[in-house]
């Protein structure tokens, strides 16, 4: 007994001194690889270091071991990370200027250069001689879409762990097209901090022109000067949008002609996002109802559910729109069936006509759409070679009952491909241990 009170009493002494957990003030950090941890502000270093770079939530972004918290198998760990092997990232305000000499004078809308958003991690930074530091950012998708960015930082906007806050875009309405193949310089005829390599060209807004050259805002933020013989209005002389990025969606060698049923007017620009890129525009045969409204904004789905491209348009489709039937499976149709043998068996016309014509199976494939009460509204069966048994599965297959169909929190009409035989495949037999 007297050894059970003693350890209850080390425990609780224990827990008394243990940090509780911590409460979460909004700052993060970036842990490189081989960053050491451990289970106390003081203690000895884990054996095993941190072994992937991840950004995390910092709980004492001042002490000279912050406090983080894991997440492993459902337990919530309090540790400690060694503060040199956090990345430096940019703090509120950063800027990479084009040159040295910009760096040391106020930086304001029209000024060349890119606001870095905050917690940009630095991967490849130099101290220079006059106390900044240069550094490049690289971003690519492939050996033909490439950014590279390369200027100047004040140490004043780098540190350790940063306060986390939505990025919030200025409106971005572009007006011209840059090629694919740019650079943006500091100055007109100055010298190039941003290059970008790709074979589509890009939105941009145009701020000012001087001396055969336009400073230009980029989606991502970066102002810069270009040359004006290379850009081009966003809209051609009819009203269609250049070949942006995505260009293959739109043909202005054959200009489209409307159907009639477009729910939004043909060569109605298309975005990733509210205030976001053109992407594209609406070309013949849309007929894409709205999935989302926000204020004059309307998000479209595009494609089927199990691969949706999500565009934005600032116009909404207007009057009754054409119905979206989705494809399902034939697992996700039987999921629903009411009443009706999914088998269909060869009834005594069919049974006739097999014997007669030597054939000992009936197979038969067919589409079968359904509205949004659960009501067959087609069949459509592709010849089974036995006339008599395309005419049985037509007729039974109109008799079969289902629930409605809700996806995505919606009554949706569907059609689904089923095939059918008899006598049915046997099942694999199982195997032997």
Known sequence: MARILTCLVLLASSLASADPMPLWHGHRAIITPGARVAWSRDGAWLAQPRETEAEVDIYDEDAARPQLIDGLSGARLVRYVERAKLRDV??????????????????????PGIRLPDGQGLYDAVPTKDGLLKVTYTWSSSDDNRLEITGYLRPSAVGKTYRYRAIVRPEFLADITLPGNFKLLDAPGGAPFLVRTTRDRIAAITLRRAKGYTLVRLYLGAVGWVESKDIRPILDSDGRYDDLEMSQILDHDAPAKATGDETLPIGTPLLDAIDGQVIGAVAEGFEVRPAKRAGAWCRYDLGRRHNRLQVWAHACASG??????????????????????????PNEATRAEMQRDGKAQAWATFKICIDVAGTITEVTVRSSKIAAYDAQVNAEVRAWKFRPFVLEDRATPVCSMVATRYPPVPPRPARTP
């Open 90 to 111: 940019s703090l509120p305000g950063a800027v990479v200027y084009p040159s040295a000499a910009a760096a040391r004078r106020p930086f304001g809308d029209l000024s």
């Open 320 to 345: 009754s729109s054409p119905v979206i039937v989705e494809d399902i499976t034939m697992q996700e149709l039987e999921a629903n069936r009411i009443s009706g043998d999914p088998g269909l068996v």
